[in-house]
């Protein structure tokens, strides 16, 4: 798939649990068709177009919808670049690298799924629920949040599959960590999960243990997204590999996490 | 009016026009392929390659500073076997000067890297990096005396039989006379400046923001500190000399050729805009329209 530098127009921008992340909602800015073959999991490199900002900003897809050429982005408010992307407004370009890295993997039609998403963790997950649901596997997401406050498109999210919920303050769903989720004890054909580091490999432990497949999409820091700075390097069983290139989806298998 | 971009650096490597890219910075040239035709640049310098396979450092390898970069990716690749192998057939496609990055743990690491290249003749010269801040061993060390500089070059050119280009360090007292001692052993060009020795702090960790604490700066808020020591370097030698540190456009690009440089290389900006380097040949070309140039050359080393 050819990855390609574009402009984008924000023709919709929300502000969700309490202006700490937006959605943005874009359009090529001239009109044409969104580059084809986008699925769950890429990332595009955004151009924060902020002063004091050099890098681009790697910024998984949240949502991408070929019928109305809407690409969703959910950003949240990390640090100077980031939150340049979340106050940007309605009409204001952005310009992207984009389809880069790697997707889920899908597996056969039908099959019992987990997606667990916690905090920003949750982007990706809206798209590959729909892409599962499109393909006759029903979605089944596991979302963890401090605070109900801090519960991302849950309305997106309840639309497109069954949603369990966890939060650390009780205030919805079951009271704790993701990984307190009795769903979580079942066993799947495969579990996707997207979130801080440390979740992740809980639930990666978690999987192992119900003797489930597990893919978790990494966010390592990263300069270029296309394989040439070699900064985002994951330590694998084949030895340091690109998030950009090789990633970010990696089944657990292939990671030397414990 | 005709123009004319090439330049030839000496010892068969002439280029269609000044611009390059820089080692590290553009992978194999593949990965770009997809933004800008590669034959429209004048070089293109792969990716440092060593004797053996390297793993590289630790993560994190990279932090955003003000205008620039650090980065600490320790050389990973896969060693020169691999890249004669698994790369080179791919890449010779290009109808562009095709440079290695070669470095090594001693003058004879060097020296064997550059014997297995010089049977590929789609390598057209090699580049000497001895100014790498982000290894334990060789790397720098060599860059920042005049006996390694020396040492490693003359390794390196009863090594390999076409282009030989020294990469130097701008982590020295004397960047001329590192410069001159690479001359004097057989350099047919030399490029700087590498990346400058840096560190940054995350405070509210109060951790190193790099795995290795220190690392190389990059980017535009090295390019004063390039164009002047390009400048000192290309009044001193009599070979010519590359520049490259923090170039992001065309004129940029320029400032180097007044200050001296016969070519340069785009390095950092490559990651922010992937098509930078073909935009800057063009930003080049329309500058010498408009300022009635006919032949690069004529802006070069003007200062």
Known sequence: MKKQII????????????DRYALLKLVVADGSQLPEGIRAGQFAQVDAGCKGVMLRRPISINKIDYATGELWLLVRDAGRGTHAITRLSEGDMLNMVLPLGNTFSYPAAGSKVLLVGGGVGVAPMLQLGIELKAMGTDPVFLLGARSQTDLLELDEFSRTGKVHVTTEDGSMGVRGFVTDHPAMNERYDMVYCCGPAPMMKSVARSARKSGSACEVSLENMMACGLGAC????????????????????????????? | MELNLSVDLGRGLKLKNPVMTASGTFG????????????KLGGYIVKGTTLNPREGNDYPRMAETPSGMLNAVGLQNKGVDYFIREIYPRIQRFDSAMVVNVSGASPDDYAEVCRRLAPLDGVAAVEVNISCPNVKQGGMAFG????GAAAVTRAVRAAFPRHVIV????????????????????????SLINTLMGMAIDVERRRPCLSTITGGLSGPAVRPVAVRMVWQVAKAVKIP?????????????????????????????????????????????????????????????II
């Not at chain 1, 390097?233 to 030397?256: M, S, Y």
């Open chain 1, 7 to 18: 402009d984008f127009r924000i023709i919709d921008r929300k502000m969700l649990a309490g």
């Open chain 1, 230 to 258: 070699l900064c985002c390097v994951e330590k694998t069983v084949k030895g340091n590999v690109c998030v950009c290139t090789e990633g970010p989806v990696f089944n657990i298998d292939q990671l030397t996490w414990n």
């Open chain 2, 28 to 39: 194999y040239g593949e990965e770009f392929a997809d933004f800008i035709n590669l034959d």
């Open chain 2, 144 to 147: 920042t005396t005049c006996e």
């Open chain 2, 167 to 190: 990469k130097l360090s701008p982590n020295v007292t004397s960047v001329t006379d590192i410069a001159l001692a690479a001359e004097a052993e057989g350099a047919d060009s030399v």
């Open chain 2, 241 to 301: 000399v590359i520049g490259l540190g923090g170039i992001t456009c065309g004129r940029d690009a320029l400032e180097f050729i007044m200050a001296g440089a016969t070519a340069i290389e785009i390095g950092t900006a490559n990651f922010i805009d992937p098509a930078v380097t073909v935009k800057a040949v063009e930003e080049i070309t329309d500058y010498c329209h408009r300022h009635g140039i006919s032949d690069i050359a004529e802006l070069r080393g």
